[in-house]
């Protein structure tokens, strides 16, 4: 088998040209950018006091570097300028879906950190992400319902909105144990590539994608536990709106409620955990947005006896799962899922070697 048709057997929608090469590149840009730049941001917040103190809810036993989430942004944001200096790939005809993305991810990364460093109140947070969430629709990007009513438009709006919102949302409410919303990023991002890279129309999703994994993993290379920084609200808001951005652009068109299930399979664990939590504190009387505790699927594995490192493990382990059943729902062919779950699995286990290596060494 030669190149071209291992690629075509991959999925990959233009094996003859380089625009897969300019995915490859912006991975591992992003990958290289992030884990570098990482301890140069972590030296900078431990100096000026950018770190989340440790308390009752907390489970770093000292200050922890919260700004994570700006490294992360730099090796995205550097790995699309580098793809679209390449050229294989029209970026031209994707800039704007690729641009609305960036600037929706911009505006919750900034709020995002000034939320971890001074504190913003929590509707203002929620208005900020409605309003990145109505520049998808604005670009015609977000989810198009088509049940043929004069109030389809409307309820196109709504949807997409709820998911963005919900999304970015689950996946911070998720960013509480070392390695555990970074892993679970990496994982989604590379499921929901895998599936873009066959469609040339999804061409802004396979960029922004392959930016966020390889920046994802570069970001784990510091995180899994014990971690030397984390991502603060700016790295979990960030991760959260381009995964449900580009988890339904391509104008997923929603005719029953089976069109969300692939959606909502991808991004699974972030949903069942936040919905829990909703759950059980609606139950208690309490307010769910604005009430605190330990009451998270990751709380309960390390009350359990998991360690930090298992926990993450074990939910990196259901996230791959559901991400395999999301990719068999859409269609890919067993050679793509299996060449999919596979990478994932040795990046993931390459990185955290290399992470316990580095812990061994400087504790010997």
């Known amino acids: 088998m030669n190149l071209y048709d291992l690629l075509r057997s991959l999925g990959i929608a233009d094996p003859s040209g380089t625009g897969w090469l300019a995915v490859v590149f912006t991975f591992a840009l992003a990958w290289g950018v992030t884990w570098r730049f990482i301890p140069a941001v972590r030296s900078f917040a431990l100096r000026v006091g950018w770190a989340d103190q440790p308390n009752a809810r907390r489970l770093n036993r000292e200050p922890l570097p919260n700004a994570g989430g700006l490294a992360i ?8 300028v580098l793809a679209s ?12 879906e690729v641009l609305t993305i960036l600037l929706g991810g911009s505006i919750l990364v900034l709020v995002g950190f000034i939320d971890d460093q001074f504190g913003l109140p929590p509707l203002f947070r929620l208005f900020t992400q409605i309003l990145t969430a109505l520049l998808l629709v604005a670009n015609h990007s977000g989810i198009e319902a088509t049940f043929g009513t004069p109030i389809d438009p409307l309820l ?9 919102v919900g999304i970015t949302n689950a996946i911070n409410l998720m960013d509480g144990m070392d390695g555990l919303a970074g892993g679970v990023s990496f994982i989604t991002a590379m499921s ?41 609200d700016a790295g979990a808001y960030f991760f959260g709106y381009v995964l449900a951005a580009t988890s339904i652009l391509g104008n997923l068109k929603v005719t029953t409620l089976f069109a969300l299930v692939p959606p909502v399979l991808f991004l ?5 955990d936040t919905t829990q939590v909703f759950v059980r504190r609606l139950m208690a009387g309490k307010n769910p947005l604005s009430t605190p ?9 390390l009350a359990l006896g998991l360690s930090q490192r298992r926990a993450a493990i074990t939910l990196w382990g259901l996230t791959v799962v559901a991400n395999w059943l999301a990719m068999k729902l859409q269609g890919m062919t067993p050679i793509v899922i299996h060449a999919t779950m596979g990478s ?21």
């Open 293 to 301: 505790g330990k009451d998270h699927l990751h709380h309960r594995l």
């Open 156 to 164: 196109s709006t709504v949807l997409t909105v709820l998911w963005v």
């Open 268 to 272: 699974l664990l972030p949903v069942l």
């Open 344 to 364: 994932i699995v040795i990046l993931l286990g390459f990185t955290v070697w290399q992470r316990m290596r580095n812990v061994a060494s400087k504790s010997s």
């Open 85 to 96: 200096l390449l050229r294989p790939i029209v970026i031209e005809g994707v800039l704007a």
């Open 192 to 232: 929901l590539l895998a599936v873009s890279a066959q469609f040339p129309t999804r061409a802004a999703a396979t960029l922004l994608l392959a930016a966020l994994g390889g920046a994802a993993l570069g970001f784990l290379r510091h995180n899994f536990h014990p971690s030397h920084i984390i991502m603060g």
């Open 73 to 80: 942004y730099a090796g995205v944001v550097a790995a699309l």
